[in-house]
């Protein structure tokens, strides 16, 4: 089964920028999207097919892909970008896919 | 805008069946172009996919829990419903609907979730 991995949790003082990885264990890893959770709501897509933003979001979220990784960058970090942020991808034999979740914190 | 909304027992005994409805306001799920998705978060965890169905009937399971579950749609009501047999304490988990645009496009419309406690 398609398996992804992201770091557990990250931390970025205020101002500063969030790199979130997120990695396949397939070669080149499919089609990414990313979503936002804060607590106590539900997700809410921030990234969708690797690189492209819902409209609404902040041009400060913006995504990466080389290989079989995928990147969320936050540019810019505030205090309400504070949630854990979810990668997932579509795989042939598994479908859709999330990765484990890397809870950002805002130092 | 589209918006989507879970309904059903937030109680359900061991063995039974759990049932969630997820209504669409805002937008007819009859007018194609996305598949409507349920998502399960147990607590404290991450998110699992549990399946999808596009307004023709077809149907998209996770193989973990294909035997289980069962996603159906009713047009005319504009609501899709989740269906899943046989729950266990394991099955306790915040249950999501959401909007699917599909291999490339990402879920990028969420219900706020139903609570589900399986317990006797």
């Known amino acids: 089964s398609y398996v992804l991995t992201q770091p557990p949790s990250v931390s970025v003082a205020p101002g500063k920028t969030a790199t979130i990885t997120c990695g396949g264990n397939?070669?080149?890893?499919?089609?990414v999207h990313w979503y936002q959770q804060k607590t106590g709501q539900a997700p809410v897509l921030v990234v969708y097919?690797?690189?492209d933003r819902p409209s609404g979001i902040p041009e400060r979220f913006s995504g990466s892909k080389s290989g079989n990784t995928a990147t969320l960058t936050i540019s810019g970090v505030e205090a309400g970008d504070e949630a854990d942020y979810y990668c997932q991808v579509w795989d042939s034999t598994s479908d859709y896919v999330f990765g484990p979740g890397t809870k950002v914190a805002v130092l | 805008q589209v918006q989507l909304q879970e309904s059903g027992p937030g109680l359900v005994k061991p063995s039974q069946t759990l049932s969630l409805t997820c209504t669409v306001s805002g937008g007819s799920i009859s007018r194609g172009g996305y598949h409507w998705s349920w998502i399960r978060q147990h607590p404290g965890k991450g998110l699992e996919w549990i399946g999808y169905?596009?307004?023709?009937?077809?149907?998209y399971y996770n193989p973990s829990l294909k035997s289980r579950a069962s996603i159906s749609v009713d047009t005319s009501n504009n609501q899709f419903s989740l269906r899943l047999t046989s729950v266990t304490a394991a099955d306790t988990a915040l249950y999501y609907c959401a909007r699917d645009k599909g291999v490339w496009g990402g879920l990028d419309v969420w219900g706020q979730g139903a609570t589900v406690t399986v317990s006797s």
């Open positions: 169905i596009y307004y023709t009937g077809d149907t």
């Open positions: 097919d690797d690189a």
């Open positions: 397939k070669n080149a890893i499919k089609s």
